[in-house]
């Protein structure tokens, strides 16, 4: 039984109102201890908080593919894919298949989900990106981006705490990033590159340097695991370290940079 919330509660209550302020900061403590609790009940064990990231992703993934308003053979094959990425098997895999079909679902709560995951992922930036970037992949898997998954992408980036034009920054650097994986590093421009690192041709060499080390720290993948990353979703942080990677090699040997 939590009680710290009801014992501050009466005492400052006390403080400023004596036996009512008291009674009515208890109130308000008991509130508080209630609260606490259904956080503390709803974050479990990291191994409970990597399965709702988990659960969460495939669901939201169903739900992006849905924007169309039916899910292809192209969504299908896609979703089939990641699972192949990260190697999913068995009982993992088919949670996953049923995540994302009941993602697709017309009673599916977008908001409620990721309000969910949000307040259990206690906030940390890293995994809340890596989400979204997630789902960026996703919506970006056949090389355009239509009105409706625009705004799917929209709503889950500000029930996370992205602004507008913090999910077009990310759209840019996907879109490039698309571009890397699908023509390799030799075929991709260097505009690409600069792009995959979320500068333009300007910046300075230490500018480069800042924004490399910035996105690896972010996409460490042990690290990302560490704060909530399911296991099984390394995979995915290892190619997205890769690609920032290859964009940074490409950026320093056409400048010519140690």
Known sequence: MKIWGKFFGFAIGFMFGRIIG????????????????????????????????????????????????????HDIRLATALMDQMRLSGDARREAQAAFTQGKAADFDLKASLRTFRLISMGRRELLQMFLEIQIQTALSDAKLDAKEHAILLTVAQELGF?????????????????FQRHGRQQTSIKDAYEVLGLDEQASDQQVKRAYRKLMNEHHPDKLVAKGLPAEMMELAKQKAQDIQAAYDSVKQDRAMR
């Open 22 to 73: 008291g009674l009515i900061g208890l109130w308000l403590g008991h509130l508080y201890d209630k609260k606490r609790g259904e956080v503390e009940k709803l974050m479990g064990k990291g191994s409970d908080r990597q399965a709702l990231f988990f659960n969460t992703a495939f669901a939201v993934m169903g739900h992006v593919a849905k924007a169309s308003g039916q899910v292809t053979e």
């Open 163 to 179: 602004s507008r034009e913090q999910l077009d920054e990310l759209l840019k650097r996907w879109q490039a990033e698309v571009n």
